[in-house]
């Protein structure tokens, strides 16, 4: 069993990775005004960012689908790793070496299996690019010198060669100190008559990295008459290597992806180097599936839904190549990036066009593009005899509703216009009215049908967030869970946004982002100051932290560390990156801070005085006189109080 991390060394870990560098290796992050950055949450569907980090509290939050955390918590939910396998990771980024509680350090032993199969894929990459150097890999470096590629090229996308003996990989990786169990779990070797064998033998090798840049497989190519195995062979499923969910080349295209908002899909690997020698390094592939929803979704995060941006399919100009743009067509509309397809001359792939055309053939490849939904009109038309009123009829049924998918309005008139002179159609408004009607039916359907639980402005009313959805706690250094923090109800929904809680929530999100501004005034605040019970819970965690007068770098995590729960700690985590509603967003300073003290703190005083005077009706005159002298007395301090505060502000707090 794999031995406890050193505190101090989770402790280093966490402040050593920015969450600002961790996060923008898996979507693109543009500026959300008050130091934080935005982008479209990895952890839900959603058309306009509602998700944010916070760079200077190392932490990020969905105002859509309440997930947050800190830079651990991210890398454990994006990546489905234990909290061990996510230090372990971020460790060896940050050139940090692990200390382990039970004992020395024993890399098989108690390393996650996670990062066990990341090693061995790193050590095996490295172990082919070796062997392309050597006189048997002569007939890859011939395979890849006749498609325009030299050795600079194959070094800089990695590309090996697996020699065709037995074991060599294996003999090499047991050598390293993994075991056979971990090859074969890894899809490097797998089971012989007489025990694991290579899997990848006498071929091409080309390392697939994940958006990170991490090897969690391979590709290799035939380059032998005598194989009998298929031209192409990938890794198999494994723990790490998902090929829905993995794209070629994505760990080198992504900066330019997010910076020009345009990616070009190609089908094979050749085609990916190809293009970015050409100067399209915005290429990538597929790895032995067809282009689906989750390569979508990668490249969604990346785009950020621009509607400016660009996805060109890049196809062959054969029957195969027409099936796959008609396929990729049919998921046009989980983008909201245009879609374009160009289609290779002469049936050549950007490989080929390359080499026999040079780099700015395939720039103009790119260049020439033709959008996909007019290309999937013409292909459906095609298909009808236009010379009688059924063809064109059956024609226009087929064909309208892809105009009327178009998501630009314009472009969407423009083309059922256009659909109407291709058809043969006299009469264009029938066409256009045609389109709008189908158009409208859809925007209904999805009006009914796009039901998504959580406002993307305002998250979850009961603050409950991703780490309280049944989270298992992890390993983490600081005070214990302060247990007697005041739960949240189970009654009737509590709308924390309300005006009767909005500063309630303005001067927690300035206790946890700004504690400097309200200290000392706030750790003298009582929990029945806090009117929502969440907001309440949130306030006994702060003073079990040690209270804002006690704040330093390692304040925000003894704040969520002391959550008496995933709920709470969710809660506080939200209020930490939620932006501060500032007048015109400018900077928070101690004028804004007193103005919400005094506000919570009025807010205290008027309820309580509203209880005594309820208190003074229900004793009446006769009640004994000394007990109303008493509720008299603390009235009127209260309204005197009161009124001071009104009058001087925070300087009568």
């Excluded at 790793?81 to 050139?95: H, P």
């Excluded at 925007?443 to 780490?467: K, T």
């Excluded at 206790?511 to 200290?519: G, K, M």
Aim: one cysteine or more; a neutral charge.
């Amino acid at each position: 069993m794999a031995g406890r991390i050193n505190d101090d060394d989770v402790k280093a870990v966490r402040d050593a990775v920015p969450i600002d560098a961790v996060v923008s290796d898996y979507l693109q992050l543009r500026n959300a005004g008050g130091g934080n950055l935005k982008g479209l949450c990895p952890f839900h569907d959603e058309k306009s960012p509602s998700f944010q980090i916070s760079p200077s509290k190392g932490l990020f939050y969905c105002f859509g689908c309440q997930e947050g955390g800190d830079t651990v918590d991210f890398v454990m939910k994006i990546d489905h790793l234990s909290f061990a396998e996510t230090i372990e990771r971020l460790a060896s980024q940050a050139g940090i070496t692990l200390r382990y509680e039970e004992g020395g350090y024993t890399p098989g032993r108690q390393q996650g299996e996670r990062t066990r199969l990341v090693e061995a894929n790193k050590a095996a990459a490295q172990f082919y690019a070796e062997q392309l150097d050597g006189p048997e890999a002569e007939i890859g470096r011939k395979f890849l010198a006749e498609r325009g590629f030299d050795q600079a090229a194959a070094q800089h996308f990695g590309v090996g060669y697996s020699p065709a003996g037995w074991d060599h990989l294996i003999r090499f990786l047991r050598g390293r100190g993994f075991t056979d169990k971990e090859l074969i779990l890894s899809g490097l070797a797998q089971d012989g008559r007489r025990g694991p064998i290579d899997r990848f033998r006498g071929r091409l090798m080309w390392p697939i990295r994940d958006i990170t840049g991490e090897v969690v497989g391979f590709g290799a190519r035939k380059l032998r008459d005598d194989d009998n195995g298929p031209k192409y062979l990938n890794t198999p499923e494994t723990p790490l290597y998902k090929k829905s969910h993995v794209l070629y080349g994505i760990d080198l295209a992504k900066k330019d992806i997010a910076k020009t908002s345009q990616a070009v899909v190609v089908e094979g690997y050749t085609d990916v180097m190809a293009c970015h020698l050409a100067g399209v390094t915005t290429a990538i592939a597929t790895c032995g599936t067809a282009f689906g929803g989750d390569h979508i979704k990668i490249l969604r995060r990346l785009l950020m839904d621009n509607s400016g941006a660009e996805v060109v399919f890049t196809f062959d100009g054969d029957a195969a190549g027409q099936k796959a743009a008609l396929r990729a067509f049919e998921d046009d509309q989980k983008f909201a990036a245009e879609t374009y397809i160009a289609i290779t001359p002469g049936g050549m792939d950007p490989c080929e066009l390359r080499l026999a055309e040079g780099d700015v053939a395939v720039k103009s490849l790119v260049e020439s593009r033709t959008q996909l939904f007019e290309f999937a009109i013409r292909q459906i038309i095609a298909r009808h005899n236009l010379d009688t009123a059924v063809g064109r009829a059956a024609a226009l049924e087929e064909a309208a509703p892809v105009v009327a998918g178009i998501k630009n309005s314009s472009i969407q008139h423009e083309s059922a216009v256009h659909l109407a002179g291709l058809l043969g159609i006299m009469d264009t408004q029938f066409v256009v009215r045609r389109v709008g009607q189908l158009a409208r039916w859809a925007r209904e359907r999805g009006r009914g049908g796009d039901q998504r639980g959580g406002d993307a402005r305002g998250g979850d009313p009961r603050g409950r967030g991703a780490e309280g959805r049944g989270g298992q706690r992890h390993q983490r250094s600081g005070s214990a869970p302060h247990q007697d923090a005041p739960a949240p109800p189970r009654g009737p929904a509590l709308n924390l946004r309300s005006p009767a809680h909005r500063v309630e929530r303005e001067l927690l999100k300035l206790a946890l982002q700004r504690p400097e501004l309200v200290s000392p005034a706030f750790d003298a605040y009582g929990m029945d100051e806090f009117t929502a019970p969440p907001y309440a819970a949130v306030r006994s965690v702060i003073e079990s932290a040690g209270g804002v007068g006690s704040a330093d770098t390692d304040y925000l995590a003894r704040v969520r560390d002391a959550a008496p729960d995933d709920t709470v700690r969710a809660l506080v985590t939200e209020l930490a990156v939620e932006p501060l509603r500032t007048p015109s967003r400018r900077e928070a300073d101690e004028a804004y801070a007193g103005e919400q003290l005094v506000r919570v703190r009025l807010a205290a005083v008027n309820h309580r005085i509203t209880e005594i005077q309820g208190t003074f009706q229900r004793l009446g005159q006769h009640a004994d006189p000394a007990h109303l002298a008493a509720v008299q007395n603390e009235l009127w301090v209260l309204q005197q109080y009161g009124r001071s505060l009104r009058d001087r502000g925070a300087t009568a707090l």
